[in-house]
């Protein structure tokens, strides 16, 4: 299993910008499709956004399109999510994930990534 570990979080005005990273540990980062969730309070943990391998191919919920960008830098072993024009809807904890054994169902199966960050909050004030 790979460690994660998110930054970046915080408390941002509607209409503002966050980048979030994922650090991963160990040496085969580069092997692992990468994604993004949230968790709002009371409500179940959603998918975001996902990266292949390489980088190549990138994955948007709905909500997340136009707005956030997901990208990876496999020789630092990081993973990031630019966020855009943010809501206060997007207020959640987001949680980093690795080693999706199929990315390219990542939308039949979201929640099968293997290893999972602690999350970090990001606050959206309207």
């Known amino acids: 299993q790979v460690q994660l570990v998110e930054s970046g979080g915080g408390l941002v005005q509607a209409g503002g910008s966050l980048r979030l990273s994922c650090a991963a540990s160990?040496?085969?980062?580069?092997?692992?499709?990468m994604g993004w969730f949230r968790q709002a309070p009371g409500k179940e943990r959603e998918f975001v956004s996902a990266?292949?391998?390489?980088?190549?191919?990138?994955y948007y919920a709905n909500s997340a399109k136009g707005r956030f960008t997901i990208s990876r830098d496999n020789a630092k072993n990081t993973v990031y999510l630019q966020m855009n024009s943010l809501k206060a809807e997007d207020t959640a904890v987001y949680y980093c994930?690795?080693?999706?054994?199929?990315?390219?169902?990542?939308?039949?199966?979201?929640?099968?990534?293997?290893?999972w960050g602690q999350g970090t909050q990001v606050t959206v004030s309207s």
């Open positions: 990266i292949s391998l390489s980088g190549g191919s990138t």
């Open positions: 994930a690795a080693d999706h054994p199929d990315i390219a169902a990542i939308f039949s199966n979201p929640l099968d990534f293997r290893s």
């Open positions: 160990g040496r085969t980062f580069s092997r692992y499709a």
